[in-house]
T-cell receptor, first 113, second 110 residues
């Protein structure tokens, strides 16, 4: 059963700490997305990659967020330093570029206190 | 103006009736259109994809696309309480950028 895997599922951290979220896309998928979901803003696109190359990261606060794909099986999203306003559910999704669709992981619920 | 707009609802539908959800988008160059279902506390789940004008049916779901009007809709026939969820419209632009609407909450009442 192919699925996107995200770790950790839940993270509580103190303001100012570094947070790293990891994602294993579905094998063979060449597009990876990072989204953030809050009640107020809904699903916001933070960044996305095709064939491991970043295509658009305009949705991310550049001073504190970074997204990378060290290899085809791993995508990471880092926040340093974290702030309470970063509290949200972060989703990773993957898909095939010629289809345009995205399949979501279970998300990481981040709480910054 | 948001790139993808949906009525937030809630859309209250009697069990067995048809639920009709609407979505408009601003980018005329959009190429792919999707409907996702999201239960509370869960991740979005892809339920329909549509790429060309017209209707596409899959079980109790029908997606309708009108590119000239920049409009995509979802019909849920014979609505069941298990259909109660938030339905998200997503639009894919050139370069595979996938943008979501705010979602429509649907409540199916027995």
């Amino acid at each position: 059963d192919a699925r996107v895997t995200q770790t950790p599922r839940d993270k509580v951290t103190e303001m100012g700490q570094e947070v790293t979220m990891r994602c294993q896309p579905i094998l063979g998928h060449n597009t990876v997305f990072w989204y953030r979901q809050t009640m107020m803003q809904g699903l916001e696109l933070l960044a996305y990659f095709r064939n491991r190359a970043p295509l658009d990261d305009s949705g991310m606060p550049k001073d504190r967020f970074s997204a990378e794909m060290p290899d085809a099986t791993l995508a990471t999203l880092k926040i340093q330093p974290s702030e309470p306003r970063d509290s949200a559910v972060y989703f990773c999704a993957s898909g095939l570029a010629d289809r345009g669709e995205a399949f979501f992981g279970q998300g990481t619920r981040l709480t910054v206190v | 103006q948001k790139e993808v707009e949906q009525n937030s609802g809630p859309l209250s539908v009697p069990e067995g009736a048809i639920a009709s959800l609407n979505c408009t988008y601003s980018d005329r160059g959009s190429q792919s259109f999707f409907w996702y279902r999201q239960y509370s506390g869960k991740s979005p789940e892809l339920i329909m994809s549509i790429y060309s004008n017209g209707d596409k049916e899959d079980g109790r779901f029908t997606a309708q696309l009108n590119k000239a009007s920049q409009y995509v809709s979802l019909l849920i026939r014979d609505s069941q309480p298990s259909d109660s969820a938030t339905y998200l419209c997503a639009v894919g632009a050139a370069g595979n950028k996938l943008t979501f609407g705010g979602g429509t909450r649907v409540l199916v009442k027995p």
